[in-house]
């Protein structure tokens, strides 16, 4: 085997350079990854795009990886050579407070993915830490790696809409129709919702999701949100609001579209130090329930994972584009466009 291997490199902020580096060694008690698919995320693209390490570069990013065991340490009995793994990109300690206690999106002792080079490349190494901790699920055989690869940003998701318990005859509004968005609407009808309205500024996104099941799209460029929502549902407003959008105006829109006892949840994340103002009377007044939201306990990263690979999961009008890794600027660009849902790289070629 070559001792070199391709990666996409970020060397600063939008500087991503496809080039040869070292291929990982194997850690002591641990395992090497022939990386298979891995998923091009919105948090990579930001990261790619700011200066997201402070000046501590080169990096690989990538986190949403499914590869074929390519070498394991001796006296590692967990993995062998050839089977195919999912990897969670963050292994829960499973023994502080938080883990304990359910919530191991919280953990304070979790192997985050960000300090280790990523998928972005043809192979990636994985310590005795994460052999021990596991958070790893083997693809039954045929599973398409690519389709499996889903499972990571579907984990947060499908925790989301868990968590706040969309259920039968409920009224859902997303704000934000980028996959994340798309993502919750399909699980929120899944769960029974019987409206669900999407809302994005951008009317290429709203296009994008045409392809779904969903009752109503709101161009928030053009229309109030607000007063549509509202309009939608008889004057009421949502019983549950999720904003999936990096804005501070999506998440005063969610808060003014939800109904009294509603609950709003602020699912992404708006620019550091950004403040939103909020007419806390509202909140008093209507009773809202405000909820934050971030990651997936482990439970839930399963069950995603099981879901992502189920046939009754329409992952195929998900993955709107496979690229070969080199193409990484180019599926960023079709990212950010809108023109791509969800692109999926491939750091080798496919194996017949
Ligand atoms: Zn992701
Ligand atoms: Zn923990």
Redesign the pocket.
């Given at each position: 085997m070559s001792d070199v291997m391709d990666a996409a490199v970020m060397h600063g902020p939008g500087d991503i350079r496809f080039e040869q580096v070292p291929r990982p060694q194997c850690p002591g008690g641990g395992f090497v990854l022939r990386v298979d698919a891995v998923?091009l995320?919105g948090?990579?693209i930001r990261n790619l795009t700011t200066d997201s390490r402070r000046g501590d570069y080169p990096h690989i990013y990538g986190?949403?990886v499914v590869g074929t065991v390519a070498e394991v340490s001796s006296g590692v009995t967990a993995y062998e050579p050839g089977q195919r793994i999912y990897v969670y990109p963050e292994a829960h300690c499973l023994r502080c407070d938080y883990c304990r206690a359910g919530h191991h999106e919280h953990c304070t002792d979790v192997e985050s993915y960000t300090t280790r080079p990523g998928g972005f490349a043809q192979y990636i190494a994985y310590t005795a830490k994460r052999v021990e901790r596991g958070a790893t699920f083997t693809l039954p055989e045929g599973v398409d790696p690519v389709r499996a690869s889903l499972a990571?940003?579907l984990s947060s998701t499908y925790a989301c809409v868990e968590n706040i318990n969309v259920r039968l005859g409920d009224t859902v509004a997303i704000l934000g129709a980028g996959p994340i968005g798309v993502f919750l609407a399909v699980l929120s009808r899944m769960r029974g919702a019987s409206k669900i309205i999407l809302i994005d500024v951008a009317q290429e996104r709203l296009d994008r999701s045409l392809a779904f099941d969903i009752d109503h799209r709101i161009d928030s460029d053009t229309v109030d949100p607000v007063e549509e929502v509202k309009r939608l549902t008889g004057g009421l407003g949502a019983d549950k609001t999720i904003s999936a959008n990096p804005t501070t105006a999506g998440q005063q829109q969610a808060l003014a579209m939800t109904r009294p006892c509603g609950a709003v949840v602020f699912f992404g994340g708006v620019p550091e130090g950004a403040l939103t103002e909020i007419d806390s009377n509202a909140v008093h007044y209507n009773s809202l329930l405000i909820r934050g939201h971030y990651g997936a306990n482990s439970m839930q990263v399963q069950r995603a994972f099981e879901l992502a690979i189920d046939p009754v999961f329409p992952a195929e009008k998900f993955i709107t584009h496979v690229l070969p890794l080199g193409s990484i600027d180019e599926a960023i660009d079709l990212a950010r466009s809108g023109e791509a849902l969800k692109v999926v790289l491939q750091p080798n070629p496919e194996k017949e």
């Open positions: 998923g995320c948090s990579d986190h949403e990571e940003p």
